[in-house]
């Protein structure tokens, strides 16, 4: 009989972090400048103007951050790579001391029993491909791709799980439609071609990777179940256009090879023809995918918001977190089952999941965050229930290790199982970690207690 109260075998249990998030010391040993170091300068942009200057200081902490890793039992670590420290100008020549640093991690990683979970890339963007126009620049997928094919070759003997990017959604909407991220455009024009490109280096990087990658690799997207205010067919049309831009804008593109209709309808006039032969690349197939969770929206229809005509519906009487996302388990749960009916049977990961919450102070030396164990406990649940009614999840991630630097808001959200003072960099796990310890310990068994 299936034990119902645990994880399938092996199941990989780990915590996620990135690399601008936590490292500090951008410019350190020949890095060059990322979009979100110069974005940072720029006043009003960031909370309290805050930057990852300092941030964890996990560049010049990480001996001992892979040891706080080992004492919460961590069996898997997903970070992020800085490409602006690997390839200081994007391109061209690499830096050995940025990618010993990365080695050296996965070592002590391997040393430590901890599996690597790579990302190429979580957002920080070179300067200098930044300046020829970033991702709306078509030329992005083969920067990418060399990159990629650098980092493979550095780690191969050191990594076996890979994914190429991180929540490709965010880096168009935030960066290229509202601006509130780098390169902080504004551009119906743009966002679909940095979409575009997004997907064309995605799937250029996978096939680099076959071409001499070991192991696996994957994509990371994040993922938010729409709901429809009421039963108008106009909430509806409202909650499908919103769904086709946010949750199928690259999915179908990489499991279907087409893009969502209603993107052509929401762009209108700036919606471009894509090559066929674009569309045939970013099929190339792909081991898993990784799904970043954090909440759902209710939407309804809005003539008086372009281009979407759609506007979210507050829902005044549920819980929030402090990024003012609803906490709603069971959409984790849609989601995971979603994905499987839409696009197949692939293997996924829960790549991110976790909340912002103020911290309780601590109590001798004890910080309760009772409300991020009932996060975890509550969305640990939904995706048992979702792996029994068949959904392939082969691991978890809580997001994150450590408070960090949320970006626009800076350091005003904590999202840690670690708590970090940011004052003396003193790290404290917070009873949220102990408490992941044990679902790890136990295999899942303790979220039914
Ligand atoms: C996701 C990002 C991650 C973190 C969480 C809260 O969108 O991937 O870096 O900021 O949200």
Same mark, same amino acid.
């Given at each position: 009989?299936?034990?119902?109260?645990?994880?399938?075998?092996?199941?990989?249990?780990?915590?996620?972090?990135?690399?601008?998030?936590?490292?500090?010391?951008?410019?350190?040993?020949?890095?060059?400048p990322s979009n979100w170091h110069r974005f940072?300068?720029?006043?009003?942009?960031?909370?309290?103007?805050?930057?990852?200057?300092?941030?964890?200081?996990?560049?010049?902490?990480?001996?001992?951050?892979?040891?706080?890793?080992?004492?919460?039992?961590?069996?898997?670590?997903?970070? !992020?790579?800085?490409?602006s420290?690997?390839?200081?100008?994007?391109?061209?020549?690499?830096?050995?001391?940025?990618?010993?640093?990365?080695?050296?991690?996965?070592?002590?990683?391997?040393?430590?029993?901890?599996?690597?979970?790579?990302?190429?890339?979580?957002w920080d963007l070179p300067t200098?491909l930044d300046?020829?126009?970033g991702?709306?620049?078509?030329?992005?997928?083969?920067?990418?791709?060399?990159?990629?094919?650098?980092?493979?070759?550095?780690?191969?003997?050191?990594?076996?799980?890979?994914?190429?990017?991180?929540?490709?959604?965010?880096?168009?909407?935030?960066g290229?439609? *509202?601006?509130?991220h780098p390169p902080?455009?504004?551009?119906?024009?743009?966002?679909?071609? @940095?979409? *575009?490109?997004?997907?064309?280096? *995605?799937?250029?990087?996978? +096939?680099?990777?076959?071409?001499?990658?070991?192991?696996?690799?994957?994509?990371?997207?994040?993922?938010?179940?729409?709901? @429809? @205010?009421?039963? @108008?067919?106009?909430?509806?049309?409202?909650?499908?256009?919103?769904?086709?831009?946010?949750?199928? +804008?690259?999915?179908?593109?990489?499991?279907?090879?087409?893009?969502?209709?209603?993107?052509?309808?929401?762009?209108?006039?700036?919606?471009?023809?894509?090559?066929?032969?674009?569309?045939?690349?970013?099929?190339?197939?792909?081991?898993?995918?990784?799904?970043?969770?954090?909440?759902?929206?209710?939407?309804?229809?809005?003539?008086?918001?372009?281009?979407?005509?759609? !506007?979210?519906?507050?829902?005044?009487?549920?819980?929030?977190?402090?990024?003012?996302?609803?906490?709603?388990?069971?959409?984790?749960?849609?989601?995971?089952?979603?994905?499987?009916?839409?696009?197949?049977?692939?293997?996924?990961?829960?790549?991110?999941?976790?909340?912002?919450?103020?911290?309780?102070?601590?109590?001798?030396?004890?910080?309760?965050?009772?409300?991020?164990?009932?996060?975890?406990?509550?969305?640990?649940?939904?995706?048992?229930?979702?792996?029994?009614?068949?959904?392939?999840?082969?691991?978890?991630?809580?997001?994150?290790?450590?408070?960090?630097?949320?970006?626009?808001?800076?350091?005003?959200?904590?999202?840690?199982?670690?708590?970090?003072?940011?004052?003396?960099?003193?790290?404290?796990?917070?009873? !949220?970690?102990?408490?992941?310890?044990?679902?790890?310990? !136990?295999?899942?068994?303790?979220?039914?207690?």
């Amino acid at each position: 009989m299936m034990d119902n109260t645990r994880f399938p075998e092996n199941f990989l249990w780990g915590a996620a972090t990135s690399a601008y998030q936590i490292e500090g010391s951008p410019l350190a040993d020949g890095a060059g400048p990322s979009n979100w170091h110069r974005f940072c300068r720029i006043p009003g942009a960031i909370h309290n103007g805050d930057t990852g200057d300092v941030a964890c200081d996990h560049y010049r902490r990480w001996v001992d951050d892979v040891r706080l890793m080992k004492e919460l039992g961590l069996k898997a670590y997903r970070f !992020s790579i800085a490409w602006s420290r690997a390839l200081p100008d994007g391109r061209g020549k690499p830096s050995e001391k940025g990618l010993d640093f990365y080695r050296n991690l996965a070592d002590a990683l391997a040393t430590n029993g901890i599996e690597p979970f790579v990302t190429l890339h979580h957002w920080d963007l070179p300067t200098a491909l930044d300046d020829l126009g970033g991702w709306a620049n078509r030329d992005s997928a083969h920067w990418f791709a060399d990159y990629a094919h650098l980092i493979f070759r550095a780690l191969e003997d050191r990594v076996r799980y890979w994914t190429t990017l991180n929540e490709p959604w965010v880096i168009v909407d935030a960066g290229y439609m *509202h601006g509130v991220h780098p390169p902080g455009i504004k551009s119906l024009e743009k966002a679909p071609l @940095a979409a *575009h490109n997004l997907l064309r280096a *995605h799937a250029s990087a996978v +096939q680099a990777f076959r071409a001499d990658g070991k192991g696996q690799i994957g994509l990371v997207v994040n993922l938010e179940p729409k709901y @429809a @205010a009421s039963n @108008a067919l106009e909430d509806a049309a409202a909650m499908a256009r919103t769904h086709a831009y946010m949750n199928r +804008q690259f999915l179908d593109p990489v499991f279907l090879g087409a893009y969502p209709d209603e993107l052509a309808e929401i762009f209108g006039r700036d919606w471009p023809r894509f090559p066929e032969d674009d569309l045939k690349l970013i099929q190339e197939p792909i081991d898993f995918l990784g799904i970043n969770y954090y909440t759902r929206s209710v939407v309804r229809s809005d003539p008086s918001s372009p281009p979407f005509y759609a !506007s979210p519906v507050p829902q005044a009487n549920a819980e929030h977190t402090e990024m003012n996302w609803e906490v709603f388990p069971d959409g984790l749960k849609s989601c995971l089952l979603w994905v499987k009916r839409r696009y197949g049977d692939v293997p996924l990961y829960v790549t991110e999941n976790g909340a912002a919450l103020a911290d309780s102070a601590s109590r001798e030396g004890r910080i309760d965050d009772v409300r991020r164990i009932d996060y975890f406990r509550t969305h640990l649940r939904a995706a048992q229930e979702a792996i029994q009614q068949g959904a392939n999840l082969k691991g978890y991630f809580a997001w994150s290790l450590l408070d960090n630097f949320e970006w626009a808001c800076g350091f005003s959200k904590r999202f840690g199982l670690v708590q970090v003072d940011y004052a003396t960099q003193e790290r404290t796990p917070k009873a !949220s970690g102990w408490f992941y310890r044990q679902v790890i310990e !136990s295999n899942g068994a303790v979220i039914w207690d």
